[in-house]
């Protein structure tokens, strides 16, 4: 099976500006997790999609937005960037159905750079 | 809430040493336990993982941790330290209904010629 990807692999914004990311999840996997990586804050998680429903939230403003199409594909949303937003956003997949985690296998990331 | 603790957020071993990387938990269910090792410029590769039954969990490249509920450790282990395994480690958690998985902070591992 392909694994996890993720597009673009790197992105660089001005401060005010909106990016939009997207993941692509193992074939058959329903459910995409995202996650923020910053050498001061480390892995963060951000929201769990299942089914096109967010699951799970984590502790990120509004601004942090995503969503989950029909086919498991889902996309993350930052608007009005702050330069604090630079880091590796980490998509990752699994077959967790309506009950119970299962492994999460992960995309390669994107690099976003706020200028 | 989950946490997770590893202790030492830089160890190095000799090449052929025995590699040990340190984890500690806290989960007030029984936790889901995950290793997971990142390359520069990487996403993360999961190593092993414990979710439930044999505490000693064999995973990828010569790896393996041993879940200690009385101790609430996840060690990571390899007898013998290859150039290759140069890399940041993360000890994960999450428990059996939730993929909110929370890391730690990672260790990042050299390995001398």
């Known amino acids: 099976k392909a694994g996890v990807t993720q597009t673009p692999r790197y992105l660089i914004k001005t401060r005010g500006q909106q990016v939009t990311l997207s993941c692509s999840p193992i074939s058959g996997h329903r459910s995409v997790s995202w996650y923020q990586q910053t050498p001061g804050q480390g892995l963060q998680f951000l929201f769990e999609?299942?089914?096109?429903?967010?699951?799970n939230k984590g502790n990120f403003p509004g601004r942090f937005s995503g969503r989950q199409f029909s086919n498991s594909r889902s996309e993350m949303n930052v608007s009005t960037l702050e330069l604090g937003d630079s880091a590796l956003y980490l998509c990752?997949?699994?077959?967790?159905?309506?009950?119970?985690?299962?492994?999460?296998?992960f995309g390669p990331g994107t690099r976003l750079t706020v200028l | 809430a989950q946490s997770v603790t590893q202790l030492g957020s830089h160890v190095s071993v000799s090449e052929g040493a025995l590699v040990l990387l340190r984890c500690n938990y806290s989960s007030s269910v029984p936790p889901y336990l995950f290793w997971y090792v990142q390359y520069p410029n990487q996403g993360l590769q999961l190593l092993l993982k414990?979710?439930?039954?044999?505490?000693l969990v064999k995973g990828i490249n010569g790896f393996e941790a041993e879940f200690k509920k009385s101790e609430t450790s996840f060690h990571l282990t390899k007898p013998s330290a290859h150039m290759s395994d140069a890399a940041e480690y993360f000890c994960a958690v999450s428990d059996r209904w939730d993929n909110d998985m929370r890391f730690g902070a990672g260790t990042r591992l050299t390995v001398k010629p």
């Open positions: 990752a997949s699994s077959g967790r159905g309506p009950l119970g985690a299962d492994t999460q296998y």
């Open positions: 414990y979710t439930t039954g044999a505490t």
């Open positions: 999609y299942f089914s096109e429903t967010q699951r």
